[in-house]
């Protein structure tokens, strides 16, 4: 009797909840189905191996990452995300069809900074960084614009590859915060044609931080990658001139600068060559890193590459997938900022989210 009224109360009870099921599932797949969102941007940043990194690489690994594991900057994260752009990984030893997959997901990459020169750094980051470049080119001769920036050894990366694979980079130290001299070609260029006469003063001041040991010439940016157009200069430690900022020719989306947008706002005050603190935090340096990410995310609103569903690209996001590693407090002169998120890889390399690859 017992398992007669189980199975009457079964009949009547199975069909209502699979059919509640059914609509959840239905909501769920709607509210998550893929719907492009102009205004939420989504950047793929290509990480940089801990293996032969700075001190947030060698802290990487005394947290347990492995030699094919990487990291992203915290404050690379917040410059993007305050314009409102989405953050999301690019592993730096990608397969090609990975890096492609993923490329048709995001709306604008950026090479960060990093401790080694562009063709010393860990492989495969160089020919991941090349191939990303390519995709940029391949996509604005299709008339759609994916932008491209770099800062320090991103723009460094960049100028090796528009020369074909060689090394253009040169002796150029400076730690400290520099003005920006314009090219002449400044004035009509993407990245700085439209500078209001306050804000090009801003840039004229000593704001932009710089902190590396190399760079590249407008010599021989000219001669060896004459896809790229010098648009501002700065005078190393040595006194030789090198690039501070470039973008593509022709109007190829590519933007690069030598200083560190990033760090004004989000990263910890080191002391300069000068002795006095960088970044600094005046208006006029806020306003004029302001004025860089705002751009780039704009350039990444004009393409309509999107994530399959809301869903994919949420668990795609750097906060899912990077442990958020904080440097010791007893490290105020790091030029980096307390956070960095750390990509731990398994034994074989392989890195997290493998969803955004597929």
């Given at each position: 009797m017992y398992?007669?009224?189980?199975?009457?109360?079964?009949?009547?009870?199975?069909?209502?909840?699979?059919?509640?099921?059914?609509?959840?599932?239905?909501?769920?797949?709607?509210?998550?189905?893929?719907?492009?969102?102009?205004?939420?941007?989504?950047?793929?940043?290509?990480?940089?191996?801990?293996?032969?990194?700075?001190?947030s690489g060698k802290h990487a690994k005394k947290r347990g990452a492995t030699s094919k594991s990487s990291y992203i900057e915290w404050a690379y994260v917040r410059w993007l995300e305050q314009s409102g752009a989405r953050v999301v990984p690019i592993y730096y030893n990608l397969a090609p069809k990975q890096v492609e997959a993923i490329f048709k997901k995001v709306n604008g990459v950026v090479f960060t900074g990093g401790p080694a020169k562009p063709?010393?750094?860990?492989?495969?980051?160089?020919?991941?960084?090349?191939?990303?470049?390519?995709?940029?080119?391949?996509?604005?001769?299709?008339?759609?614009?994916?932008?491209?920036?770099?800062?320090?050894?991103?723009?460094?990366?960049?100028?090796?590859?528009?020369?074909?694979?060689?090394?253009?980079?040169?002796?150029?130290?400076?730690?400290?915060?520099?003005?920006?001299n314009f090219t002449k070609e400044a004035a009509s260029s993407r990245l700085f044609g439209g500078l209001p006469e306050n804000l090009k003063k801003d840039f004229q001041s000593k704001v932009q931080a710089h902190w590396h040991h190399f760079g590249v010439s407008p010599e021989v940016l000219a001669t060896s990658a004459p896809e790229l157009v010098p648009l501002a200069t700065t005078v190393a430690?040595?006194?030789?001139?090198?690039?501070?900022?470039?973008?593509?020719?022709?109007?190829?989306?590519?933007?690069?600068?030598?200083?560190?947008?990033?760090?004004?706002?989000?990263s910890n005050k080191w002391k300069s060559s000068s002795g006095l603190p960088v970044p600094v935090r005046t208006p006029a340096a806020i306003r004029t890193v302001r004025y860089l990410a705002d751009l780039f995310v704009d350039?990444?609103?004009?393409?309509?590459?999107?994530?399959?569903?809301?869903?994919?690209?949420?668990?795609?996001?750097?906060?899912q997938n990077g442990k958020l590693d904080v440097l010791p407090a007893s490290k105020p002169d790091n030029l980096y900022p307390e956070d960095a998120y750390i990509f731990h890889a398994d034994a074989s390399g392989m890195q997290p989210n493998l969803i955004v690859t597929q």
């Open positions: 398992l007669e009224k189980g199975a009457r109360f079964l009949a009547v009870v199975m069909p209502i909840v699979a059919l509640t099921l059914a609509l959840q599932l239905h909501t769920l797949e709607a509210s998550l189905h893929g719907i492009y969102t102009p205004n939420e941007p989504v950047i793929g940043v290509l990480t940089f191996p801990s293996e032969g990194a700075d001190e063709l010393s750094a860990p492989a495969p980051y160089f020919k991941t960084a090349t191939h990303l470049y390519q995709l940029v080119k391949e996509a604005y001769a299709r008339k759609e614009i994916v932008p491209l920036w770099g800062t320090c050894l991103g723009i460094q990366t960049i100028s090796c590859i528009a020369a074909g694979g060689k090394d253009v980079t040169g002796n150029f130290p400076a730690f400290d915060s520099y003005s920006t430690l040595n006194g030789q001139t090198f690039v501070a900022a470039l973008e593509g020719r022709d109007g190829v989306p590519v933007y690069a600068t030598q200083f560190h947008p990033e760090t004004n706002q989000w350039q990444a609103r004009l393409n309509t590459h999107k994530f399959p569903s809301e869903l994919e690209e949420s668990l795609a996001l750097v906060s």
